[in-house]
Nanobody, 120 residues
């Protein structure tokens, strides 16, 4: 099993910054992808930024130039630096890890989510 624990959410004014962290623990196979999704009220969960299993990053157009994802492979952690936050960035942010094993194929794991609220 894999556990993901997010931290760093909160309330911030428009234009402000927050840094989210996600720590992964448990049975993490070497082939994995990790990153962030978000879900705003009444909307579907959407990808924010992600490290593929090959180490490349995917970032949503809506946050490019403002959000930066980084990863510490040794510590099994992923971070999301969010700058120039906008009202529309308000959402619950979820950490995701997709892990591959020969026995099970790809398996998705999710954190409990951390609330980010951008408000004046």
């Amino acid at each position: 099993q894999v556990q993901l624990v997010e931290s760093g959410g909160g309330l911030v004014q428009p234009g402000g910054s927050l840094r989210l962290s996600c720590a992964a623990s448990g049975s993490i196979f070497s082939i994995n992808a990790m990153g962030w999704y978000r879900q705003a009220p009444g909307k579907q969960r959407e990808l924010v930024a992600y490290f593929t299993s090959g180490g490349k990053t995917n970032t949503a157009d809506s946050v490019k130039g403002r959000f930066t994802i980084s990863r510490d492979y040794a510590k099994n952690m992923v971070y999301l630096q969010m700058n120039s936050l906008k009202l529309e960035d308000t959402a619950v942010y979820y950490c995701n890890l997709r892990s591959y094993s020969a026995a099970s194929g790809w398996t998705d794991y999710w954190g409990q989510g951390t609330q980010v609220t951008v408000s004046s």
